[in-house]
């Protein structure tokens, strides 16, 4: 991408960004939760170490303020009781605690904040939840092109789309630097990703101009892997840039891009389904 089309691409994604709120993820870093952590001692100081790996000093002192151990039932209410001793080892205590807090509806990114050992899983299920979204969005614009009389409604329907699509993915982003621990800031967060951001969003681009060509209903369901995909695609290279500090290479890119269209396939056949 030149420097004239990124700075184009700057423009459009700013004129965006104005329209979405960084304070709603805000609130949602900050949104309380209790969780208790009962059972031998020793199998509950392992779940601890598991949760907070990577945690500061700070944030040791933060997450033992919602997250409170026992060797017996606690007295008080908790928003999750997570009995150690049950599991078969400590790690298995991440993909419970955020798969309980999921199906309640709660904001995903407050656990990464408080409990950086959950950081990852957090991140795949934040983009997993926006790619599953994006792909039925996609799917429904593309119903116009699928029947005679709609077919006038085909080409606002897909721009709708596009900017429905966008603007999930920039949400996205927010929630996986604020799940790093960035401040859901877009005028830090937009410059330092632009990179990143270009690259991604440019797959998105080719891969929509190539799915335009393919006809019917076929073309329902493909318009529905490149959404899963691409949305995929700008999460992981965001994620990515923030694990690494610098934006990934070709070579990665690539890898990250047909990882996603393979996964994309696989979901597909669920969409095929009657």
Known sequence: MSAKQMIGQLGHWWNLV??????????????????ALVGRPDRVEAVWRVLTEGATAT??????????????????????VLGCDALE???????AIVDHFQKNEFPLVALARVLPGTRTVVINRI??????????????SAVPSTIPLLGLLAPPAALADMVILTKNQLMMVLRVAAAFGKAPDWRHRLPELSTVLGAAFGWRAVARQLVGLVPGGVGMVVKGMVAYAGTLT???????????GKAPGKA???????QAWEEAREKSKEWRQP
């Open 18 to 35: 104005k329209q979405l709120s960084p304070k709603q993820v805000e609130q949602e870093l900050i949104t309380p939760f209790r969780i």
């Open 127 to 140: 983009i997993e939840d926006v790619a599953t979204l994006n792909a039925g969005i996609a799917m429904l």
């Open 252 to 258: 990665e890119r690539e890898r990250l891009y047909q």
């Open 89 to 95: 080892v400590p790690q298995d205590a991440i993909e």
């Open 234 to 244: 700008v999460g992981r290279a965001v994620a990515w840039f923030y694990a690494t």
């Open 59 to 80: 944030q040791l002192q933060t997450a033992s303020e919602y997250v409170k151990r026992f060797e017996g039932p606690p007295s008080e209410e908790f928003d999750f």
